[in-house]
């Protein structure tokens, strides 16, 4: 036979698990009444302690008369005794304010901790209305514990209103989102990358938080510059923060942009295979507002990222500033020859803006969001296809070398 406060206990204890968590605070009406079973004295109890079966008996009676839940008696005869007795069977507690009620009122450890979480995801839940947003925050309480509820249901509503690109490559403090302070995105951007990450299937994570909303970091982001033929640069790699590019001119008449920095050992060798005049710049991700730089508009500019809908996304959001760049490996032929190597996109970047695309180009990206594999990344590319487009386009502006 079990006390009120063991199975209180017991509650508290099942309350720090994320999935039971979930169940009882989002499993709607088949979650409640919770029915924990409290075992029945046996006969030797009953012949050898009567006092501890009637401290028994007592502390469930109380239990129905402090109002914490209701408490299911079932008659039992024991031997030695000519009428039977009325013992407790199971505890039944109706919804989830009564299961802690009953580990604030028998005191277990940690029961102020308890208490508190629950009153705040209380609020959250009622004024969060994404179950994805929901689920998150019931599953992970760690992460938004000491951040006042005020600000986790800002950064919930924020969440729902930032898009991929959003920031057009101006500072996070400059995004005016729910009317929050210049500090909201550096103060939460734990929450919020969580937030997004629900929504956009970790693609926040993934990209970094300013990478993702298309903002110029603060901190800066570093981008790797790799010359594709000798003497332009005096180191063979370098990296440099993206708004230095916005004021300082790369020696080369061409600039080939590439989404992903681990596919530069796809480019030709600038020892073995040189393209005069042209310098990669490598892992920008979103973070493109750094291409706002006037000397690009003088520049002939090559793209090249990722055949899916981020990277054709990502594509457009350049273009928006060079929008005489030419796209590399980003069309249909590309994928249909290399669409065995596709797999699946988790979920798919927001349509672009209208006019950022090119017919041809919008029609792509129509085509990926209905195919089951719809991502071809970029370093799945043979290295000789690559070597060709890109010598292709070196070649078709060659008066510019």
């Known amino acids: 036979m079990k006390s009120p406060q063991v199975l209180a206990a017991k509650l508290a204890q099942q309350w720090h698990s994320a999935d039971w968590r979930e169940r009882q605070l989002l499993g709607g009406g088949t979650a409640w009444p919770l029915?924990?079973?409290?075992?029945?004295?046996?006969?030797?109890v009953f012949l050898n302690d009567a006092a501890a079966l009637r401290s028994h008996l007592q502390q469930w009676r109380a239990v129905e008369q402090d109002g914490l839940g209701h408490v299911q008696w079932q008659e039992r005869r024991y031997r030695g005794s000519s009428d039977a007795i009325a013992v407790p069977t199971h505890w039944q507690l109706a919804k989830p304010s009564q299961c802690i009620a009953a580990i604030r009122h028998f005191k277990v450890p940690g029961h102020a901790q308890v208490h508190s979480d629950y009153a705040r995801l209380s609020t959250l839940i009622a004024g969060v209305e994404r179950p994805g947003f929901q689920r998150l925050l019931v599953r992970r309480l760690v992460q938004w514990r000491d951040v006042p509820v005020d600000a986790v249901m800002a950064a919930a509503h924020m969440a729902l209103q930032l898009e991929p690109g959003c920031a057009q490559g101006k500072p996070l403090r400059a995004l005016a989102v729910q009317g929050n302070d210049t500090k909201f995105f550096e103060r939460h951007a734990s929450l919020l990358t969580a937030l997004l990450d629900e929504r956009f299937d970790g693609e926040a994570s993934r990209q970094g938080l300013v990478g993702f909303l298309g903002a110029l970091p603060e901190?800066?982001?570093?981008?790797?510059?790799?010359p594709l033929a000798p003497g332009l640069l005096p180191f063979a790699q370098m990296r440099v923060r993206a708004s230095e590019l916005l004021t300082t001119p790369l020696p080369?008449?061409?600039?080939l942009l590439v989404e992903n920095e681990r596919c530069?050992?796809?480019l030709p060798q600038p020892t073995a295979q040189p393209l005069p005049s042209t310098i990669a710049v490598l892992g920008a991700g979103l973070n493109l507002g750094w291409l706002a730089a006037p000397w690009l508009q003088e520049r002939t500019v090559a793209y090249w990222g990722d055949l899916d809908t981020w990277g054709l996304h990502m594509l457009a959001i350049a273009r928006g500033h060079v929008p005489h760049l030419h796209a590399l490996l980003m069309n249909a032929a590309t994928f249909s020859a290399?669409?065995?190597?596709?797999?699946?996109?988790?979920?798919?970047?927001?349509?672009?803006?209208?006019?950022?695309q090119t017919p041809e180009e919008a029609a792509l990206q129509a085509h990926l969001r209905a195919q089951d594999k719809?991502?071809?990344?970029?370093?799945?590319?043979?290295?000789?296809?690559?070597h060709r487009a890109v010598r292709t386009w070196v070649n078709d502006n060659d008066g510019l070398a």
């Open 252 to 255: 080369a008449h061409r600039i």
């Open 219 to 226: 901190d800066d982001h570093w981008l790797l510059i790799a």
């Open 264 to 266: 530069l050992h796809q």
């Open 35 to 44: 029915t924990l079973p409290i075992g029945q004295p046996d006969t030797a």
């Open 374 to 386: 719809g991502r071809l990344e970029q370093e799945f590319l043979p290295t000789d296809t690559v």
């Open 338 to 356: 290399h669409q065995h190597l596709a797999v699946a996109e988790p979920v798919h970047a927001p349509e672009p803006i209208s006019g950022a």
